[in-house]
């Protein structure tokens, strides 16, 4: 027995190290944009700031440079996600209630959607776009975004509305409940984790994505943060290294406070396999 | 009546996922240009496109290198999501959170973000890289410049691993103590334990994510865009960038749909094989 408590010491001082080492690993591309942040005079090296300052936050917190940016991208992400989230009630609805004659197929064809690399589509969107008039709106990447993430939104949700017994359900329609005022009273109360979990990561998604607003707008008045972080960063990336690390590390925030906020129930939920989360 | 409520849903998604792809088929056969006379009064002309995508050295340089990109990205992910999640259980759980929360932090970071902080890793002689081979005192490297491919899919890798992480860790919870036991007791190593017990065991998950991390792959445009833009040269454009490149910078609209459409193509497979696991997985689990 001692020989097998020591062993365990053992295997654990080494499983120690070797995640120092791994987290060490991960942390050091990150760790530039935190110092250089809050450093006026940063350059690209890794150093502490000699002063440490809000200079670079407040050269960078103008309408032009990051609050119409900022503003433009909780547009798209919250609008993106309260569509998804809507219609994707609407849709999980009869598929997780109803024998429908072509139900599994049709779950088949969206989890078979949802894996499909957006990339791929964004030229004849493009031309798309440009037909009906969608170019260059912050109306077209939502509408779009929002085709883009309901596949996976629909599956996630029918996977959450399976999960609510429907005898509830059935009690309230014996006591003279409309199908309308069930779902409206009785579901989507008990639903609220899961559709709190669909917005957030379709916000996550939407807020981090760069494609597909790259593609679709031109006026610099309608870039979200992710195409005026590469603007900006195109433009002065050379000279002010403070700035852009300000710029970026208030872009990334949100999504981090976000994420960790709901971390204990989308590894219950979301990640457990067959659960398809998008990378 | 009852399957009203599936229409909005299905609408935009027949809209924005079936009409592009058979708009890219067809745009694929046209000569459509971003602007000017073509961009009007584009003309069908067949197969032309793929004539010439196929003919050009460039495409089949893409197409390698999309190979070595997701081929490596995927295995490395795997690879080191899998160690990560399997060291996790034995460490200090302390540690075990600090890990886990810097990996995951790498990986909900935005993408044009996790570009940028590369590229001011990798990028000149004062970069963090250099600064940390000064301390060891290895020689300055340009990685972004002399090992384009390499840095991306590094980036990547960097990036993707905390998706596998998850994933493995859920599958290792299910792996019972009880087998991992009889296999200790039978003698068999850690190294037995892992290759004969556990990964079998999970075989089912390795193969789903293993798909998954491959369709993920296979469409990253933005951190290759924002830290060498394909470049030097041509020597990290992917399929993606070369789409792009086609499409805007040269303003081939049909030729850059007939990539769209190659690219199309690759998903496709991918996403029926990933349909085809995720059946099984349903039948297994009832």
């Given at each position: 027995?001692?020989?097998?408590?020591?062993?365990?010491?053992?295997?654990?001082?080494?499983?120690?190290?070797?995640?120092?080492?791994?987290?060490?690993?991960?942390?050091?591309?990150?760790?530039?944009?935190?110092?250089?942040?809050?450093?006026?005079?940063?350059?690209?090296?890794?150093?502490?700031?000699?002063?440490?300052?809000?200079?670079?936050?407040?050269?960078?917190?103008?309408?032009?440079?990051?609050?119409?940016?900022?503003?433009?991208?909780?547009?798209?992400?919250?609008?993106?996600?309260?569509?998804?989230?809507?219609?994707?009630?609407?849709?999980?609805?009869?598929?997780?209630?109803?024998?429908?004659?072509?139900?599994?197929?049709?779950?088949?064809?969206?989890?078979?959607?949802?894996?499909?690399?957006?990339?791929?589509?964004?030229?004849?969107?493009?031309v798309?776009?440009v037909?009906?008039?969608?170019?260059?709106?912050?109306?077209?990447?939502?509408?779009?975004?929002?085709?883009?993430?309901?596949?996976?939104?629909?599956?996630?949700?029918?996977?959450?509305?399976?999960?609510?017994?429907?005898?509830?359900?059935?009690?309230?329609?014996?006591?003279?409940?409309?199908?309308?005022?069930?779902?409206?009273?009785?579901?989507?109360?008990?639903?609220?984790?899961?559709?709190?979990?669909?917005?957030?990561?379709?916000?996550?998604?939407?807020?981090?994505?760069?494609?597909?607003?790259?593609?679709?707008?031109?006026?610099?008045?309608?870039?979200?943060?992710?195409?005026?972080?590469?603007?900006?960063?195109?433009?002065?990336?050379?000279?002010?290294?403070?700035?852009?690390?300000?710029?970026?590390?208030?872009?990334?925030?949100?999504?981090?406070?976000?994420?960790?906020?709901?971390?204990?129930?989308?590894?219950?939920?979301?990640?457990?396999?067959?659960?398809?989360?998008?990378? | 009546?009852?399957?009203?409520?599936?229409?909005?849903?299905?609408?935009?998604?027949?809209?924005?996922?079936?009409?592009?792809?058979?708009?890219?088929?067809?745009?694929?056969?046209?000569n459509l240009g971003l602007s000017g006379y073509a961009a009007r009064n584009p003309?069908?002309?067949?197969?032309?496109?793929?004539?010439?995508?196929?003919?050009?050295?460039?495409?089949?340089?893409?197409?390698?290198?999309?190979?070595?990109?997701?081929?490596?990205?995927?295995?490395?992910?795997?690879?080191?999501?899998?160690?990560?999640?399997?060291?996790?259980?034995?460490?200090?759980?302390?540690?075990?959170?600090?890990?886990?929360?810097?990996?995951?932090?790498?990986?909900?970071?935005?993408?044009?973000?996790?570009?940028?902080?590369?590229?001011?890793?990798?990028?000149?002689?004062?970069?963090?890289?250099?600064?940390?081979?000064?301390?060891?005192?290895?020689?300055?490297?340009?990685?972004?410049?002399?090992?384009?491919?390499?840095?991306?899919?590094?980036?990547?890798?960097?990036?993707?691993?905390?998706?596998?992480?998850?994933?493995?860790?859920?599958?290792?919870?299910?792996?019972?103590?009880?087998?991992?036991?009889?296999?200790?007791?039978?003698?068999?190593?850690?190294?037995?334990?892992?290759?004969?017990?556990?990964?079998?065991?999970?075989?089912?998950?390795?193969?789903?994510?293993?798909?998954?991390?491959?369709?993920?792959?296979?469409?990253?445009?933005?951190?290759?865009?924002?830290?060498?833009?394909?470049?030097?040269?041509?020597?990290?454009?992917?399929?993606?960038?070369?789409?792009?490149?086609?499409?805007?910078?040269?303003g081939l609209i049909g030729?850059?749909?007939?990539?769209?459409?190659?690219?199309?193509?690759?998903?496709?497979?991918?996403?029926?094989?990933?349909?085809?696991?995720?059946?099984?997985?349903?039948?297994?689990?009832?």
């Amino acid at each position: 027995m001692a020989n097998l408590a020591k062993a365990k010491t053992r295997d654990r001082l080494a499983a120690d190290i070797a995640l120092t080492f791994v987290a060490i690993a991960f942390v050091v591309p990150m760790v530039w944009m935190v110092l250089a942040a809050f450093d006026a005079e940063a350059t690209l090296a890794i150093q502490l700031p000699a002063h440490w300052s809000l200079t670079n936050f407040g050269a960078i917190l103008t309408e032009d440079v990051a609050i119409r940016p900022f503003m433009n991208s909780v547009i798209i992400s919250a609008g993106t996600s309260c569509l998804v989230v809507i219609l994707a009630l609407f849709a999980g609805y009869p598929l997780s209630r109803y024998r429908l004659r072509y139900g599994k197929q049709y779950i088949y064809t969206i989890v078979f959607a949802s894996a499909l690399p957006i990339t791929a589509i964004m030229v004849p969107i493009y031309v798309m776009f440009v037909h009906i008039g969608l170019v260059d709106t912050l109306a077209g990447v939502i509408v779009f975004r929002t085709a883009a993430e309901l596949p996976f939104a629909v599956w996630l949700m029918k996977g959450f509305m399976d999960a609510i017994p429907t005898d509830l359900e059935e009690a309230a329609w014996t006591e003279g409940a409309s199908r309308m005022e069930g779902v409206a009273y009785i579901v989507v109360p008990l639903l609220a984790p899961g559709i709190a979990t669909i917005f957030i990561l379709s916000f996550i998604e939407n807020w981090g994505n760069f494609f597909v607003p790259f593609i679709l707008l031109q006026s610099r008045d309608n870039y979200p943060m992710a195409v005026s972080l590469y603007s900006f960063f195109g433009e002065y990336g050379e000279a002010m290294y403070g700035q852009l690390a300000a710029f970026a590390l208030l872009y990334t925030a949100p999504t981090l406070l976000v994420y960790f906020l709901i971390q204990k129930p989308l590894q219950k939920g979301g990640l457990r396999l067959g659960g398809a989360v998008k990378a | 009546m009852r399957i009203v409520p599936l229409a909005p849903a299905t609408l935009m998604i027949v809209a924005f996922f079936l009409v592009p792809i058979i708009w890219a088929i067809y745009t694929s056969m046209t000569n459509l240009g971003l602007s000017g006379y073509a961009a009007r009064n584009p003309a069908f002309i067949g197969f032309e496109n793929y004539y010439y995508l196929f003919t050009d050295p460039r495409t089949w340089a893409a197409l390698g290198r999309t190979a070595v990109f997701v081929g490596l990205s995927v295995a490395g992910q795997n690879i080191v999501g899998f160690c990560i999640a399997y060291v996790r259980q034995m460490a200090t759980p302390a540690i075990q959170s600090l890990a886990s929360v810097i990996v995951i932090t790498a990986w909900v970071v935005p993408e044009v973000v996790a570009g940028f902080l590369w590229y001011t890793f990798l990028r000149g002689d004062e970069s963090g890289m250099n600064q940390i081979f000064d301390i060891f005192g290895f020689a300055h490297q340009q990685w972004l410049l002399t090992a384009p491919l390499a840095a991306v899919i590094v980036i990547n890798i960097w990036r993707g691993c905390a998706f596998s992480m998850l994933v493995y860790s859920a599958a290792l919870q299910d792996v019972s103590s009880e087998v991992l036991e009889a296999a200790e007791i039978d003698g068999a190593g850690r190294m037995q334990s892992i290759f004969g017990v556990i990964l079998p065991i999970i075989r089912p998950v390795i193969a789903i994510n293993v798909v998954l991390t491959t369709l993920n792959t296979l469409g990253v445009f933005g951190i290759i865009w924002i830290t060498t833009a394909g470049g030097p040269g041509t020597r990290s454009e992917t399929l993606p960038l070369l789409m792009y490149n086609q499409a805007y910078d040269f303003g081939l609209i049909g030729y850059g749909s007939s990539i769209a459409v190659l690219l199309l193509g690759f998903g496709v497979i991918a996403s029926l094989i990933y349909v085809r696991l995720f059946k099984v997985g349903e039948a297994r689990n009832g």
